[in-house]
C-alpha cells in the first residue's frame, strides 16, 4: 500500500492534521486567553486595543500559513471529499473563533468599538456568543447591521476576517479538482 492509500485509508489523516494544526490552535487559544485575562492588567484601553489588532495579524499569519504550507501536504497525500471538509471546518473555525474572542476583547476594553445592543451588564458569554455571532456572520459575508463595527481598529479587525475568508475561498477552489468522493 503506498503513502496516499495508507492516509487516505487509517487515521493517518487526522493524526497529521493534529499534528500540524495543534500549534496554531495553542496560539489561538493562548493569545485569546492573553487578551482577555491577562493584558488588561498591564495596558489601558487605547494600547489594548492595538494589542489585540497585533495579536490578530499575528493569528491571520499563522492560520494561513498552516493553510497553505502545511496542510498542502496533507491534502497533496489525502484527496477524499471527507478530509477536505474536516480541514476546511479545522480553518473555518479556528477563523471564526479567533475573531470573536478578538471581537469579545475589544467590546470588554473599548466597548465603544462597536454599536450593538450589549450593554455595560451583559455576561461574558453573552458578549462571546454576540460576538461569535458576529464572526459568523462577518465570515459569511452577510453582515446584517445589527453589530457593526464603529473604530478604526474595530473595522481593521472585520476587514482582517474578511480577507482571511478570501483566502479559505481561494484555497477551496483550488483544490476542488484534487477532491474524490468515496464510492
Keep these: 500500500m503506498n503513502k496516499t492509500n495508507a492516509i487516505e485509508h487509517t487515521d493517518d489523516f487526522y493524526i497529521q492534521l493534529a499534528s500540524k494544526g495543534w500549534t496554531t490552535i495553542a496560539l489561538i487559544a493562548g493569545l485569546a486567553i492573553l487578551s482577555i485575562w491577562g493584558l488588561p492588567f498591564l495596558l489601558d ?35 477524499l471529499l471527507s478530509h477536505i471538509l474536516v480541514l476546511f471546518g479545522l480553518l473555518i473555525s479556528m477563523i471564526i473563533t479567533s475573531f470573536a474572542f478578538d471581537f469579545t476583547s475589544l467590546q470588554f476594553f473599548a466597548p465603544e468599538s462597536f454599536k450593538s445592543s450589549l450593554n455595560i451588564e451583559s455576561s461574558s458569554t453573552k458578549v462571546f456568543f454576540e460576538y461569535l455571532y458576529f464572526s459568523t456572520i462577518t465570515f459569511s459575508s452577510v453582515g446584517y447591521g445589527d453589530i457593526f463595527p464603529t473604530s478604526l481598529i474595530a473595522k481593521m479587525l472585520v476587514i482582517l476576517e474578511v480577507v482571511l475568508r478570501f483566502f479559505v475561498l481561494v484555497f477551496g477552489i483550488a483544490n476542488v479538482n484534487r477532491i474524490r468522493v468515496n464510492k
Excluded: D, G, P, T
Design 45 to 79: 484601553s487605547f494600547w489594548l486595543s492595538w494589542i489585540i489588532l497585533l495579536f490578530a495579524f499575528v493569528k491571520a499569519f499563522f492560520i494561513v500559513k498552516l493553510a497553505f504550507k502545511q496542510l498542502m501536504k496533507i491534502i497533496n497525500q489525502s484527496h
